[in-house]
């Protein structure tokens, strides 16, 4: 059966990014970013089990500045995919969709993501007696 | 007369010969993966709030610190859930990137061969990790 030239919704990039679009895009790639934390989540405790000289070389590839880096990226990823993931579920039960309400709670997630970010690093170095 | 009938309505339906006749619709699934996507994403709220709230407090542990806590029977259940949430979740998600975004079929049946069989890998090599730190000790 030959089907019409039917219409197909216009590409990302002729659009003018909004909050929102910006948002859902994010939600993605904090999601794949997330995915492979998994790897890193896996191989801490196949180290753990190897014995102590593997959990220390974990623990020294975690505590290096490549280490580090990864871990704060993974913390503010894993904050946004939480929050936005409670949007989205809110979402799914039929709240929020008008557009006001939508800006408003897209801004709530971003800034708490990065509050929650921040304060867990700062937890994170006051337990360790940084300061 | 009754079977021009019938190709006549045939005709007029929406889903495509090739789509009939390989006969996928959504009564092969219904709503399986959307509702397991969001059914994981409610039990991962707690289970990832506790396991990332663990590791804030956990950044300098020596082996015997993680194994103790790791050992405990409350972490062993906690982890196993978090695990197996979390790797069903994230396959899920990333079956929807590749489908949505990958259109070679090849390509596409491959990358989620691939997804898949990570996932269980992983999960199957974090739980074995977990029972030897119970069982033996590290």
């Known amino acids: 059966m030959a089907s019409r030239p039917r219409p197909i919704s216009p590409h990302l990039q002729v659009y003018r990014p909004q909050l929102t ?12 970013f997330l995915s492979l934390g998994v790897v890193a989540l896996v191989g801490w ?22 280490g580090r880096t990864l871990l704060f990226l993974w913390t503010g990823a894993f904050f946004y995919h939480l929050l ?14 008008e557009i006001p309400t939508a800006y408003r709670t897209g801004w709530t997630v971003m800034i708490l993501a990065a509050v929650m970010t921040v304060t867990a690093w700062v937890l994170g170095y006051w337990a360790r007696g940084a300061f | 007369m009754a079977d021009a009938g019938n190709k ?7 889903r495509s010969d090739l789509g009939r ?23 991962l709220i707690p289970l990832s709030l506790w396991f990332v709230a663990a590791l804030v407090f956990m950044t300098d542990v020596d082996h015997a610190t993680a194994i103790w806590w790791l050992g405990s029977p409350l ?3 906690l982890m196993g859930l978090f695990l197996i949430a979390l790797i069903y979740h994230a396959v899920l998600g990333l079956q929807v990137v590749i489908e949505d975004y990958i259109h070679g079929h090849a390509t596409k049946l491959i990358l989620l061969l691939l997804v898949q069989a990570s996932g269980f890998a ?11 730190i119970v069982i033996y000790g590290g």
């Open chain 1, 21 to 32: 679009s910006i948002m859902s895009i994010l939600h993605r790639l904090t999601g794949i």
């Open chain 1, 45 to 66: 405790l196949m180290a753990a089990a190897a014995g102590p000289a593997w959990f220390t070389c974990a623990q020294q590839v975690a505590g290096s500045i490549i």
């Open chain 1, 84 to 97: 936005n993931g409670l949007r989205h579920l809110a979402w799914d039960a039929g709240w929020g969709f």
């Open chain 2, 8 to 14: 006549n309505r045939a005709n007029k339906s929406l």
């Open chain 2, 21 to 43: 006749v390989r006969g996928l619709g959504s009564a092969k699934e219904g709503v399986h993966h959307w509702w397991a996507q969001r059914m994981t994403a409610l039990a």
């Open chain 2, 75 to 77: 972490t062993l259940g």
């Open chain 2, 122 to 132: 992983l999960g199957a090599a974090g739980i074995v990790a977990m029972l030897i």
